[in-house]
């Protein structure tokens, strides 16, 4: 269901914002794009903290914005939370005081079990009696999170809360993202130029250049279109939502089913039934005509392809559909001339490896 709606345009120099969007009203979107490109000030028009002379936003039954009335409510006016690349909290207060602050400002109080549910979620229960220089960065912004969340806000906006963590402390808190990922009730508006961070959180895309949206839609279906950047990346992958459905302890391996078969992976610690996203870069995809026989690689699945084109010198960008899910396959010119690849071939696919994002 789409419930927001943010249309803006605003000039300031030489840049441009103009963007029409609609979004769903649960999830995370990711707001991805080079510096520039306009992710940032989308963000802070959201937020009330920077006005479009021409806007519209609303977000479920919400009007926060109207030109065309005068409309514009001011930031602190917005039930929203926003988390920064910095987690700028109170230096001077406890974790539980720096919590405390943002409780007095919600509208609606906090049942004690929906409080300590929140703690857990992002894993702080042990934080509580920490001053702020105590933490680690990553600390630092799971408490952020959870000061810009225990308000309750009707959506929360997220601007690259990773991007002052090394990739250590990165590793500490994508895990806690990905729960919020999937246990929010409210939308989540995140911003980030790390193509990880959208293969890991992403529900809905939206692509941005200069001030504009270049393409917005489901995370898995975006990042294999061939027009956009994403698919012609040397780090290019896509997306699969699978299940697990068996174990094979004696060759540690787990088995997942998606919409086109079976696939084998690393043992993966969870019930049988447990809903996952694995990642699948082009890099390791590899073609054939014929099923392969006693081959090393064991995922091997019959795929139609649905476009091909070339983009580097000697490079080859194929795009697959395996049952109703996309690949993309890096080969080189020379492979797709000698197999003869064109659209609507069915073909077979090795996919050499894989990663689990949660």
Known sequence: MNAITARFELTYGDFTLAVDLQLPNTGVTVLFGASGSGKTTLLRCIAGLQKAPLGYLQINDLLWQD?????????????????????????????????????????????????????????????????????????????????????????????????????????????????????????????????????????TLVIMEQGRVLATGDVADTLTRLDMPFSKDKEASTVWHVTLIEHETEYHLSRVITTGGVLNLPYIEAPLGTALRIQIYARDVSIALAPPQASSILNILPATILALTPEMPGQCVVQLRIGSDTLLAHITQKSAHLLGLKPDMTVYVQIKGTSLLN
């Open 67 to 203: 030109s065309t009335q005068n409309l514009f409510l001011p930031t602190h006016q917005r039930n929203l939370g926003y988390v920064f690349q910095e987690a700028n909290l109170f230096p001077h207060l406890t974790v539980k005081e720096n919590l405390n602050f943002g409780l007095k400002r919600q509208r609606q109080a906090h049942k004690p079990t929906e409080f300590k549910d929140l703690l857990e979620l992002l894993g702080i229960e042990h934080l509580l009696k920490r001053l702020p220089e105590r933490l680690s960065g990553g600390e630092r912004q799971r408490v952020a999170i959870a000061r810009a969340l225990v308000l309750k806000p009707d959506i929360l906006l997220m601007d690259e809360p990773l991007a002052a963590l090394d990739f250590k402390r990165k590793q500490e808190i994508l895990p806690f993202l990905t729960r919020l990922h999937q246990q929010l009730a409210i939308p989540v508006l995140y911003v980030t130029h790390s193509q990880q961070e959208v293969a890991q959180l992403a529900d």
